[in-house]
């Protein structure tokens, strides 16, 4: 292994345990909420469950229908893992459906599928035109612009009963773009993948705001002739509203 090789492994590390970091305080913060919020309840001696329960506490059992609204990006985020290629997602945009499809005592599983109206990604100036997606002399990027859905999404719910809910998720679906992403001759259908974690607060008994963060893979799972793919690290913001 070069040097060079061995600097590349470290920074990747580096960017794993950041992500990772990242998604361990986010369900941290949530679940030390959880427990202040039980813990000043004057209820919770007679129901097992905290007072506010008008607000969450059985919204996953009784409103299993989600419909909501997100975006996000990278925001200037390193990517979580190696390979990035300089390329970033600076934003997306998703139209949200979710079902919870069994909820129990401690979790619970929901289903989303989404459809993705736009979708961005930025590349070094000549990323998307110069052989093998070398960068242009000089500054400034490149964008290439799609829509697609993502078909396939699934949300695992802990301490669902409470008004904050953290959640890990994991999700799949094609995306097409304007110009073969990540490179020339590669292809301009492509799949997102991702997986990471977040929560959603409940501002009312079926209203939520929404706070995640996940680690993507985008590639053409060889269906184009070069298939370099590239990973992203993603903040996403929504609301949903439960029915």
């Known amino acids: 292994m070069t040097i060079l090789d061995s600097s ?49 506490e059985d ?4 409103s299993k229908n989600e419909f909501g609204l997100w975006a996000g ?20 945009l998703g139209l949200r ?23 961005v990604v930025s590349a070094p100036h000549g990323g998307f035109s110069n052989p093998g997606g070398a960068a242009s002399p000089g500054a400034g990027r490149d964008y290439a612009y799609g ?10 719910f ?3 009963q409470h008004r904050v809910k953290p959640y890990l998720t994991v999700s799949s679906g094609p995306l097409y773009f304007n110009k073969q992403v990540p490179v020339p001759d590669s ?4 799949f997102l993948s991702t997986a990471g974690g977040g929560v959603q607060i409940f501002v009312s008994s079926r209203r939520a705001l929404t706070v995640e963060y996940v680690v993507g893979h985008l590639s053409n799972a060889g269906v184009g002739n070069l298939n370099p793919g590239f990973n992203s690290s993603t903040f996403h913001f929504g609301f949903s509203v439960f029915r």
Do not use: W
Not at 16 to 35: F, Y
Not at 59 to 62: A, S
Not at 73 to 92: E, N, Q, V, W
């Open 187 to 190: 292809a301009k259908f492509n």
């Open 158 to 160: 802990v301490a669902h």
């Open 59 to 62: 919204t996953l059992t009784k």
């Open 147 to 156: 829509i697609g859905a993502i078909p396939v999404g699934f949300k695992l």
């Open 97 to 119: 459906y979710g079902r919870v499809l069994l909820a129990s005592e401690y979790a619970a599983l929901e289903y989303t599928i989404d459809l993705v109206p736009v979708a």
């Open 73 to 92: 990006g990278s925001l200037g985020l390193p990517s979580a893992l190696g390979g990035s290629r300089d390329l970033k997602i600076p934003f997306i």
């Open 8 to 56: 590349h492994a470290r920074a990747s590390l580096q960017r794993v345990l950041i992500s990772s970091g990242v998604m361990a305080i986010t369900l941290v913060i949530a679940i030390k909420c959880n427990a202040q919020a039980t813990a000043v309840s004057p209820s919770v001696a007679s129901t097992g469950r905290p007072a506010g329960g008008a607000l969450s």
